[in-house]
DNA sequence: CTGAAAGCGCTAACAA
DNA sequence: TTGTTAGCGCTTTCAG
C-alpha cells in the first residue's frame, strides 16, 4: 500500500527506529544518516502515519472544539481565534456544532473524547453537573470560552458580563435618560441572558433608580425576533428614550424596528449593542456597543489550553478579559 | 490506564473478537452474550478507542475541510451545511483556515492526508496544477465547494456563476438602465472576480450594450472597500443609475456609501447584490441578490463526498445548483 | 457463534 | 549514534 517508516528504513539502509528518530527531530542521529535518511523520505514520498503516530505516543495533537453554531457571526469569529492559535502550535481541530443542546453536547464530548482529542475547548450555554461528569470521564484539559460555570472548576476565558453591561447602562443613565430598555436574550441563558440582565439592574439600583418591568422585551438573538420585541416595547404608553440590546444583531433589529415606525436614532430613541461584531459598522446609524473581543476569547483560550496540554505551570485558569464601550452614532455625542 | 476491550473481555468472559463484534453490531453475536458484553461495558464506563480503531481498519470516519475563513458569513454557513451531513453520517471534520494562500492550502492537504482523513472537501479560490497533484498523492476522494477547477476532473459543488451574474445584469438592463455600474471581487478571482465579471459583460453584449471600463469598480470583499469603490464610481462625470455588486458584504457598503452622499436608494440607484447572506435583510432597503445556496452547497458537496467514501456508484460529480434572484427593496418594485 | 492470532504503522524504552 | 523489541488498542481473517 503506502509507503511505511519500513520502506524508508529499507531505502535508506538504517533501522526504522532511525528514521523515526529523523521523523521527529531527535538530534542523536549523525549528520550523515540523517540526510540518507531524508533523500530516503523524499524519493518514496512518505508520509508519517498520524494515527499510528497517535497510538504509539498516545498524543493526537488534535484538540475537540464544541461550539453552538459556527455560523453565528458572533461564534465564528471566536473560532477563527481558536484555529490561528492552534495552528501556531501544530495542533489541528475537530469541530462540533452543538445547537446549545444538552444532550447533543454531551455525546460530542463522548464522541471527541473517543478520537482521542488532546484537550477540548468548549463554548456553550451553561455547564451542568452532567456536563462536568462528563467532561472529566477522562483527563484531558477542558478550557471553557464565553461559557458561564458557576463553580469554576474549570479553566475559562471570559469578560465580566455583568460589570459590562452595567457600565454601557450606567453610561445611559449618566446622559439623563430616564426610561431605559433593554432587549434581552432568553433570561433562561446565564451569559446573554441573566448576565447581562442582572448587570442592567445593578446599574439602575446603584443610580437608585427603579426597575420596570414593562421596559423589558425577550428575543431570541435573531435580527427579527428584535424587530418584534421593539414594538412590544413601544407599544407600551411610557416608552424608552434608550435601549439596551444584549447583542449586536438584535441592536441592528431595534435599530430597524424603531426608524420603521419613524422614530430616529439615536435622536428620539439611542440603542447600545453587546459584542461589537462586524454588524455594528453595517448600520446606519453604525452602533455604539460593548467591546467584547470575540477574536481574543478564542485565541486566549486556545493558548490556555495549550498550556495544560503541555502540562506547563498556569498561575490562574480562570482570565477575565477587558471590555470597554465603543461610541458611535447610535448614541448622541 | 483506561479500561481496553481486554478489560471488557475480561469482565465479561469472552474473547476480546466478541467485544468487538459487539461495538460493531456484528450480526453473529448470541444475544445473551450481546448482554453481557453490553452489561460489561457499561460497568466498565468502556470507551472504545477510535485511534486504534482508525489504524486497524484504515478509515478514521473523519475527513478534513478547507475553508478559506471560517469567520467569513459567506463560509462559515458553508461550513454549517458540511457539518450538519457530516454528522448525519457519522463523520467528524477537521477544519483549517486556508487564507486562500496557496502555500498553506497544499500544506493543509498534507497534514490532513498524514492524519489519514477519509476525505476532503476543498474550498478555496482555485486548483492549480500543483494543488490537483498534492490532492491526488494518496487515493482519498476530494470534492470542491463553490471553487473553480479549470479541468473539472474533480467533483464539484457550484451555482452557475456567469449565467447568475448575467441573470442580475439582464433584470437591471430590462427596466431600462443605460449605464449599469459593477462593483466586483478581484478579476484574478476566478469566483467572484472574473465569473461574475463576465456574467456582467455577457448581460450588456448580450443586449447590444457597449462595455465601459469606468463603470467597473474592485473591493476586496469587505464592507469598508466598497463605501470606497462606491465613490469612485461616484466621481466620474457619467454615474451608473445601478450598481451590481459580486456580495452582499459590499453591496452593504455600496448603500451606504450611496447614502451617505445623500443618493436614494432605490429610487436614484438602484442595487443588486450576490450571495444572499442574512446580511440581505438586515440593511434598510433590504438588498435585492442573487441567491446561492450556501447551506445547500455545503450540505451537498459532504452528502457527495460521502459517497466516494462509501464507493458508491455517483451519476454526476459535477453538480451544478440552481440560483435565483430575491426581489427586495434596493431595486424598485 | 466464538476464539486465537496476526497485523495496522509508529514510539519508546533498553541494549549495544 | 544506532538497532532491537515490545507494545499502543483495535479489526479481521481463519479455524473450530
New interface residues.
Given amino acids: 500500500m ?1 509507503t511505511t517508516i519500513y520502506d524508508v528504513a529499507a531505502e535508506a539502509g538504517v533501522s526504522m527506529a532511525t528514521v523515526s528518530r529523523v521523523v521527529n527531530g531527535n538530534p542523536n542521529v549523525k549528520p550523515a544518516t540523517r540526510t540518507k535518511v531524508l533523500d530516503a523520505i523524499q524519493k518514496l ?1 512518505y ?6 503516530r ?2 504509539a505516543s498516545k498524543r ?1 495533537t ?1 484538540v475537540g472544539v464544541i461550539i453552538p ?5 458572533f461564534f ?2 471566536l ?2 481565534g481558536i ?2 492559535i492552534a ?1 501556531m502550535y501544530k495542533y ?6 452543538s445547537d446549545n443542546n444538552k444532550e447533543k453536547e454531551i455525546h460530542l464530548v ?2 471527541l ?4 482529542v488532546d484537550g477540548i475547548l468548549f463554548m456553550g450555554g451553561e455547564i451542568t453537573e452532567e456536563h462536568a461528569e462528563q467532561l472529566n ?2 483527563h484531558v484539559p477542558v478550557v471553557l470560552a464565553a461559557t458561564f460555570h458557576e463553580d469554576g472548576d474549570f479553566p475559562s476565558v471570559n469578560i465580566d458580563y455583568v460589570q459590562a453591561a452595567k457600565d454601557a447602562v450606567m453610561m445611559l443613565i449618566d446622559k439623563g435618560h430616564e426610561r431605559i430598555g433593554m432587549v434581552s436574550g432568553s433570561l433562561e441563558d446565564p451569559v446573554n441572558g441573566y448576565q447581562k440582565f442582572r448587570g442592567y439592574k445593578d446599574a439602575l439600583s446603584s443610580k437608585g433608580k427603579e426597575f420596570d418591568e414593562s421596559l423589558i422585551a425577550i428575543g431570541d438573538y435573531t ?1 427579527d425576533s428584535a424587530i418584534e420585541a421593539v414594538q412590544q416595547l413601544l407599544s407600551k404608553d411610557n416608552r424608552p428614550s434608550a435601549i439596551f440590546v444584549a447583542t449586536d ?1 438584535m441592536a ?2 431595534v435599530i ?1 424596528g424603531l ?2 415606525q419613524g422614530i430616529n436614532v439615536p435622536e428620539d430613541v439611542e440603542v447600545v449593542g453587546f459584542d461589537n461584531t ?2 455594528a ?4 446609524p453604525t452602533l455604539t456597543t460593548v467591546v467584547q473581543p470575540m ?1 481574543d476569547i478564542g485565541a486566549v483560550s486556545m493558548r490556555l489550553l495549550t498550556k495544560y496540554m503541555n502540562k506547563e505551570e498556569v498561575s490562574d485558569g480562570v482570565v477575565v478579559l477587558p471590555h470597554r464601550l465603543e461610541y458611535r452614532n447610535s448614541t448622541k455625542a
Avoid at 47 to 52: F, L
Avoid at 113 to 116: A, G, H, Y
Fill in positions: 503506502s514520498e508520509r508519517p502515519n498520524a494515527v499510528a497517535g497510538l493526537t488534535t453554531d459556527i455560523s453565528s457571526i465564528s469569529e473560532a477563527r484555529e490561528d495552528t489541528n481541530i475537530i469541530l462540533c456544532n463522548n464522541t473524547l473517543e478520537k482521542q470521564r477522562s435580527y444583531e441592528l433589529g430597524h426608524q420603521d462586524r454588524l459598522t453595517m448600520v446606519r477574536y
